[in-house]
Antibody
Framework: EVQLEESGGGLVKPGGSLRLSCVASGITFSDDIMNWVRQAPGKGLEWVAS????????YYGDVVKGRFTISRDNAKNSLYLQMNSLGAEDTAVYYC??????????????????WGPGTLVTVSS | QSVLTQPPSVSAAPGQKVTISCSGSSSNIGYNSVSWYQHLPGSAPKLLIY???KRPSGIPDRFSGSKSGTSATLGITGLQTADEAAYYCGTWDNSLIAPVFGGGTKVTVL
């Protein structure tokens, strides 16, 4: 079965750290660009980070740059998100998502065609 | 505040049609294709429309996508109770150099 499954969420104090994992099954994981997308309570979706198949291209959203690190282990079909210096604004459900589409020099046709059910991260004292 | 603007909610009776708008700018929808996602609470978001109007395998043709200028629209015909969910639009933003999403629209079947 084709699926993504996140884990590692929980309650953490402000300033703390947490590492999220996402295990993929039924896909050729090493070929895929993977992303983390989050949704804060009552808010819309927010892209967090992306990583390509061989980890040579990694990008972050401005609000997490310098605090979060995305990585992957293709041998384990796993995606990770190391989150440091967490604040209340990082409270959200975190989803891993597979990216589809393509980008050219001045446009991008990009979508997320496979998502996990998410893992909740709560930052609170 | 989401980069793309969607109405918070829309509603209609079973069998009717709803449309959900997604408003952006020349740096995002105006230049790039749009995708749409259906999200039921506690479950994984599902891709409904990609490349503005294309449907992935298994998505019924009751769901349709279109775009005009800097706005996109998701249409749902023959509304069913199973369609009650939140719907999100997404695209790429050339200025932010990042994927962006709308704030979501809750569809209620009356």
């Amino acid at each position: 079965e084709v699926q993504l499954e996140e884990s590692g969420g929980g309650l953490v104090k402000p300033g703390g750290s947490l590492r999220l994992s996402c295990v993929a099954s039924g896909i050729t994981f090493s070929d895929d660009i993977m992303n983390w997308v989050r949704q804060a309570p009552g808010k819309g979706l927010e892209w967090v980070a992306s990583i390509n198949g061989d980890s040579s291209h990694i990008y972050y959203g401005d609000v997490v740059k310098g605090r979060f690190t995305i990585s992957r282990d293709n041998a384990k079909n796993s995606l990770y998100l190391q989150m440091n210096s967490l604040g209340a604004e990082d409270t959200a459900v975190y989803y891993c998502a597979r990216e589809g589409g393509y980008c050219a020099s001045d446009f991008c046709h990009l979508w997320f065609d496979l998502w996990g059910p998410g893992t909740l991260v709560t930052v609170s004292s | 505040q989401s980069v793309l603007t969607q109405p918070p909610s829309v509603s209609a009776a079973p069998g009717q049609k709803v449309t959900i708008s997604c408003s952006g700018s020349s740096s995002n929808i105006g230049y790039n294709s749009v995708s749409w996602y259906q999200h039921l609470p506690g479950s994984a978001p599902k891709l409904l429309i990609y490349d503005t109007y294309k449907r992935p395998s298994g998505i019924p043709d009751r769901f349709s996508g279109s775009k005009s200028g800097t706005s996109a629209t998701l249409g749902i015909t023959g509304l069913q109770t199973a369609d009650e969910a939140a719907y999100y639009c997404g695209t790429w933003d050339n200025s932010l150099i990042a994927p962006v999403f709308g704030g979501g629209t809750k569809v209620t079947v009356l």
